[in-house]
């Protein structure tokens, strides 16, 4: 079993940042793909940004230009920087690995726990 544990969230203004990380437990994190997801009210929960185990990342076009997706393969740790952030940001952030070195949509697995972001205007 595979432990991915997030933190970093909190409340903030609208156009404030926030950076959020994603510890693995694990002993194969510089093996997989892994991304950050997000359940925000009223909506399906998204792939928001993903990076390959090479650092090729991905971005949803609501965030793009805003978030920065980045992993310490070194310390297992995958990090989100989130700036310019808007109210409609607002969710939980979920870390998730994948079982390839690439973002497939079929091989996502384990979940984070996930953690609270919270944007006012």
């Known amino acids: 079993q595979v432990q991915l544990a997030e933190s970093g969230g909190g409340s903030v203004q609208a156009g404030g940042s926030l950076r959020l990380s994603c510890v693995d437990s694990?002993?194969?994190?510089?093996?997989?793909?892994m991304g950050w997801f997000r359940q925000v009210p009223g909506k399906q929960r998204e792939l928001v940004a993903a990076i390959s185990t090479m650092g090729i990342t991905k971005y949803a076009d609501s965030v793009k230009g805003r978030f920065t997706i980045s992993r310490d393969n070194g310390e297992n740790t995958l990090y989100l920087q989130m700036d310019s952030l808007q109210p409609e940001d607002t969710g939980v952030y979920y870390c998730?690995?994948?079982?390839?070195?690439?973002?497939?949509?079929?091989?996502?697995?384990?979940w984070g726990q996930g953690t609270q972001v919270t944007v006012s205007s």
């Open positions: 694990g002993n194969e994190f510089a093996m997989n793909a």
């Open positions: 998730r690995r994948n079982s390839e070195s690439y973002y497939g949509a079929a091989t996502w697995k384990d």
